[in-house]
């Protein structure tokens, strides 16, 4: 808990700090009243989150092994933000929301070179058609690089590719990410 407020201290107001729970699931509660929000990653975490009732808003549904029943599950609870891994993901975040006549934020993963998320061209396609998603509003983009990385030039390398990708999103679709 002292560690979430000194990096709240540290970061400002403008940077919002979610907790990954699978970090450790047992820190949910206090977690979830110093943090901004949590990262929620499977089933079993969302199943925490509703008996320890967590608010819907302070949730964002991520990670990548998730069918349909676990995202039509995390839109009929709420949860604020939803990640959408591959534009199969994405379709599936759509029909749960248009089969439950809700409306979802959905934060499309852009790869960082691995198996995951969505190459860049798939996720300007989707935000090039976002207004074809009535019961969608992509947010922003979400973006994992990995763990482990050490050396400032690498980070600094990778905000220089996503600021480069969010600039061509915005110069050639309007697109201005929140998230």
């Given amino acids: 808990a002292r560690r979430i407020r000194h ?3 540290v970061l400002g107001q403008d940077i919002k700090i979610l907790y990954a729970m699978k970090a450790n699931p047992f820190f ?3 977690a979830a009243q110093e943090a901004d929000g949590l990262e929620v990653c499977s089933p079993g975490e969302l199943t925490i989150c509703e008996k320890l009732a967590i608010p819907p808003e302070r ?3 991520s990670g990548v092994n998730k069918g349909a029943d676990d995202v039509a599950r995390a839109v009929a609870l709420g949860a ?3 990640t959408a891994e591959s534009t199969l993901h994405f379709d599936l975040i759509c029909a749960a929301a248009a089969a439950q006549g809700k409306h979802v ?3 499309p ?3 960082a070179g691995s198996q995951f998320g969505m190459d860049p ?3 300007a396609e989707l935000v090039a058609r976002r207004a074809a998603f009535p019961n969608v509003t992509i947010v922003g983009i979400h973006y994992f690089s990995g763990t482990q ?3 400032d030039a690498v980070i600094a390398k990778e905000l220089a590719h996503l600021d480069e990708y969010l600039t061509m999103l915005h110069d050639k679709y309007g697109f201005t990410a929140q998230h």
Wanted: no cysteine.
């Fill in 7 to 9: 990096m709240k201290k």
């Fill in 28 to 30: 949910t509660r206090t």
């Fill in 59 to 61: 949730i964002l549904y």
């Fill in 80 to 82: 604020d933000l939803l």
């Fill in 105 to 107: 934020n959905v934060l």
């Fill in 109 to 111: 993963r852009l790869t």
């Fill in 121 to 123: 061209d798939a996720l």
């Fill in 149 to 151: 990385k050490r050396k």
